[in-house]
């Protein structure tokens, strides 16, 4: 039996320009692996938090509802990801969204979630 479509909707060089740009399979690893990082509800809340203000760690842990031991680690995730950055300003680290395609991907993903 023959994989080829009957339906005759698209050329073999469309079929083929489509294949040739698409992502590499590193390419598709780092954006699965990125996209794992949005899969637990914890780093969520964190990045909606930092959405609206820069953060310290007792601020989040207040904020989420957990041991600042945890949201550190939590952060430490998010930081390996770049999906946070931080600034020391003196003993006190802040924390803060990487730049704003994290927040566009956050409020485009709950905009298509809210949609009916």
């Not at 207040?62 to 999906?83: D, E, F, I, N």
Request: charged share 25%.
């Amino acid at each position: 039996m023959s994989n080829e479509c009957l339906c005759k909707s698209i050329s073999p060089p469309e079929m083929q320009k489509i294949k040739a740009d698409s992502p590499s399979e590193a390419a598709n690893i780092r954006l699965a692996e990125f996209f794992k990082v949005f899969g637990d509800s914890t780093r969520l809340k964190i990045l909606y938090f930092l959405s609206h203000h820069e953060l310290c760690v007792a601020d989040l842990s207040t904020l989420v509802g957990m041991q600042q031991s945890a949201v550190s680690h939590q952060l430490k995730t998010l930081k390996l990801h770049r999906l946070v950055k931080y600034r020391k300003e003196g003993v006190t680290v802040y924390y803060s969204l990487d730049d704003t395609h994290i927040e566009s991907i956050f409020a485009i993903a709950r905009e298509h979630l809210m949609e009916q």
